[in-house]
């Protein structure tokens, strides 16, 4: 588990700012777009994302904390050591993108789509993830405790090592050559066997 290397932030507003050190916790209500820059040592604060967009950003050490980051389109974007705490990410995509070091916690991430990217040290805790896309994934370093991916699909996605064991895995796709050396509990192999086609006698 990676720790964010933020030294000291000063507060600041999101209009106009150099995202370099700085805390954040205002809300705008009109559209920002916030292109071709490093958001590098930042802590966002209860912030409602609705009116910002991203275009050609990275972020580096940054903290998402009480966040509303709805629907938002994170696709072909960077992340070293970035944390959403107690955040609502419904619908957010993070197609193609280059994962370094992430960590949900405690979050509602339903819908997501991390199809297409390559993830290493990804910390996911306490969330909910239900109807969410990892298709085509890279995976390297995952942990799951107690995360709900019920309806989730994870195809073409290698997932030997990564345990499932403390989450819902209910109706979840997998893709049947991609599950050998996955982790689950007794419980939950009706979920997995049926892709090979046996049903159980109840």
Not at 140 to 158: C, G, P, Q, R, Y
Request: proline share 0%; aromatic share 14%; charged share 30%.
């Amino acid at each position: 588990m990676f720790k964010l290397k933020i030294k000291y932030t000063e507060q600041d507003s999101l209009i106009n700012s150099d995202f370099n050190n700085k805390l954040y916790e205002d809300n705008i209500d009109e559209k920002l777009i916030i292109s071709d820059i490093k958001v590098d040592e930042c802590i966002f604060r209860k912030i409602d994302f609705e009116n910002i967009v991203f275009e050609n950003v990275e972020f580096i050490d940054v903290l998402f904390e009480d966040c509303t980051i709805t629907n938002k389109d994170f696709s072909k974007l960077l992340f070293r050591r970035c944390i959403f705490k107690n955040c609502k990410l419904l619908g957010s995509t993070f197609y193609d993108s280059d994962i370094n070091g992430m960590s949900i916690e405690n979050s509602n991430c339903d819908y997501c789509n991390f199809s297409g990217s390559k993830i290493t040290d990804f910390n996911i805790s306490d969330s909910k993830f239900n109807e969410s896309s990892f298709v085509e994934c890279e995976f390297n370093k995952i942990n799951f405790d107690n995360v709900d991916f019920s309806n989730s699909e994870f195809l073409n996605t290698k997932l030997s090592g990564i345990n499932f064991s403390s989450c819902n895995i209910n109706n979840c796709s997998f893709s049947m050559y991609n599950i050998k050396g996955m982790i689950i509990d007794r419980l939950q192999s009706e979920n997995i066997v049926e892709l090979l086609g046996i049903k159980f006698d109840k």
